[in-house]
């Protein structure tokens, strides 16, 4: 999957804990840990946008384009 | 697919159909064994109520003749009781929640089909319980009735929705699983 999430670092550099963002979203802590690992298919605009606005951040600094092996850029 | 996606709370009023029609699923199963094992083994309950059902009105009830309907009797049984079964392990899914999970839609698929062989086998089963019934009479009397009621059409009609709404339920199962992977 060439997207990476970055989620991880931003918790890191916001030192907000996962428990803590998951609780302040509305999502279990469950699901807050396979978007991490970026093991979903897709992340909601609403759920993206309470992230945003909890870290206070953009879209941009969570989620990343990685051309990856899977996903080879055009020539 | 997130482990939290299932269960999910169960409506209300789901919840009470659900026993419902679990109580409704014991007292048919408990109907499907009770009542053919007393009709035939009571020729007096065949001698009053063959005429209408199956249509018959000159018959030789024997132990050959019971013995016979009796084992006709047991493929409709089987079936119904497989299709109670199927819808009380449909219904124990909708119980915990996992109303667009694939056991529930292959219940219900599996329900859908049963009732349709149900409806199908029973105007078979009808003349062969006709000629089981007939068996002991003199030649020239002994009957073979063929006929396809009101009530066998609609059990056709409404397997065949059945069948038709399981189809759909896969493409509904497709997407709630497709929606799962969303966060």
Known sequence: ???????????????????????RIGITEQNLSLLKSGKVRGVRFDTL??????LECQPG??????????????A | MPPSAYPRPL???????????R?????????????????????????????SMVGVKEMSIDARAQWLGGALSLLPVSLGLYALWQLWRLFTEYAAGRVFGRAALAHL??????LLGTA??????????????TLGNPPGRRMLVVGFSWNDYMAVLLA?????????MAEAVRVAEENEGFV
């Not at chain 1, 999957?1 to 609780?23: C, G, Q």
């Not at chain 1, 600094?61 to 055009?74: I, K, S, V, Y």
């Not at chain 2, 409506?11 to 029609?21: E, H, K, N, Q, Y």
């Not at chain 2, 698929?109 to 049963?114: C, E, N």
Request: charged share 20%.
């Open chain 1, 1 to 23: 999957m060439p997207i990476v999430v970055n989620l991880d670092v931003m918790l890191a550099r916001r030192k907000m804990r996962s428990r803590e963002l998951a609780e």
């Open chain 1, 49 to 54: 946008s309470r992230i945003c606005e909890v």
């Open chain 1, 61 to 74: 600094d969570l989620l990343e384009f990685r051309p990856g092996p899977d996903d080879p850029p055009e």
């Open chain 2, 11 to 21: 409506p209300a009023s789901l919840g009470r159909i659900v026993l419902i029609v």
């Open chain 2, 23 to 51: 109580a409704l699923c014991v007292l048919g199963a408990l109907s499907l064994i009770a009542v053919p094992l007393w009709f035939w083994a009571s020729p007096e309950a065949i001698e009053s109520l063959a005429p």
């Open chain 2, 109 to 114: 698929r599996r329900f859908a089909w049963a």
């Open chain 2, 120 to 133: 199908l086998l029973a105007p078979l089963v009808r003349a062969a319980t006709s000629v089981a019934l």
């Open chain 2, 160 to 168: 065949a929705v059945l069948i038709a709404i399981a189809t759909v």
